[in-house]
């Protein structure tokens, strides 16, 4: 059973080290060749998209550095909270254009 647990953990590592390049790439080239901050779409790309670089890149930090105990509890605050502002915006845009899309079908169903 250990065998199997350290497979897995090897194949985890692999998968966050894989993902960190597209996870981290993408934003970077969004934020150089889009106008994402002139649209609630673009804002929500990238926020959400930066979340996610922020949470895979300092989770190989903190595997490769293995900081003292309240380093690695301060930055996965930071990282949770940048997750959750992040989704929490998208989940903000998404019922906003919900609610104009509803007015805009009443509007049109008056006349």
């Known amino acids: 059973m250990a065998a199997l ?4 953990q090897i194949i985890v590592q692999l998968i966050v080290f894989a993902l960190a390049l597209p996870a981290t790439a993408f934003p970077i080239v ?4 889009f106008r994402w ?5 673009g804002r ?3 926020a959400a998209t930066t979340a996610l670089a922020l949470l895979v890149d ?3 930090v903190m595997r ?4 003292i105990p309240i380093v690695e509890a301060a930055v996965s605050v930071f990282v949770l909270l940048a997750v959750l502002a992040a989704s929490t915006y998208k989940l903000s845009v998404l019922l906003r254009k919900l ?3 509803g007015c805009e079908r009443e509007e049109n ?3």
Request: a positive charge.
């Open 64 to 67: 490769l550095v293995r900081p």
């Open 5 to 8: 647990t350290h497979v897995l």
């Open 37 to 41: 901050w002139k649209y609630d779409a």
């Open 99 to 101: 609610t104009i899309q």
């Open 30 to 33: 969004y934020a150089l060749f």
């Open 58 to 60: 300092l989770s190989i």
């Open 109 to 111: 169903a008056k006349r």
């Open 44 to 46: 929500t790309v990238m």
